[in-house]
């Protein structure tokens, strides 16, 4: 299963990755790329991800990890470059102050409260949000976490002991 953050990366050292996805399988599709069993003569998918839940919210935790049976050898002259865009795309992801609204895209969100989810996905909540709706997604709630409200298309996927 794909992990938040997913990319690919292409041989040329171009990083395609949606703010909107998490799987591979989405990005080969939207970005059109012919998938084949020779992907890492052009292409690697990759994660920036955390070992363990709780760090979700610490950007210095994330490591880029290669989701691929081999590395190629062309990747490594892109790892460093990677690594940098993808702490920088995650990073604004990572939301640890208060916001009237959170819409497009997927989140971490931790010790603060937002007051709508529209249209955007928490992929990780230790905080509040005060109403899920119009497409609105949490998939995770873990311990201090609060979902308020959900109504009009709003998701609540899974839930630790939590308030709902």
Request: glycine share 8%.
């Amino acid at each position: 299963m794909c992990k938040f953050y997913s990319a690919i990366v292409m041989k040329n050292g171009d990083l395609l990755h949606n703010e909107n996805l998490m799987s591979h399988e989405d990005l080969i599709d939207l970005f059109e790329i012919k998938d084949s069993q020779t992907n890492c003569e052009k292409f690697v998918r990759v994660e920036f991800c955390v070992g363990d839940e709780k760090d979700f919210a610490d950007i210095e935790k994330y490591k880029l990890k290669v989701d691929e049976d081999v590395i190629p050898k062309w990747f490594e002259k892109h790892r460093e470059y990677i690594t940098s865009r993808l702490k920088d795309i995650v990073s604004k992801r990572i939301i640890t102050t208060d916001r009237k609204i959170l819409t497009g895209g997927l989140y971490v969100v931790k010790n603060c409260v937002i007051g709508k989810l529209i249209s955007a996905t928490v992929v990780y909540l230790q905080g509040t949000v005060q109403s899920v709706r119009e497409g609105g997604t949490v998939q995770y709630v873990d311990s201090g976490g609060t979902v308020q409200y959900v109504d009009s298309g709003g998701t609540v996927n899974g839930v630790k002991k939590e308030t709902v």
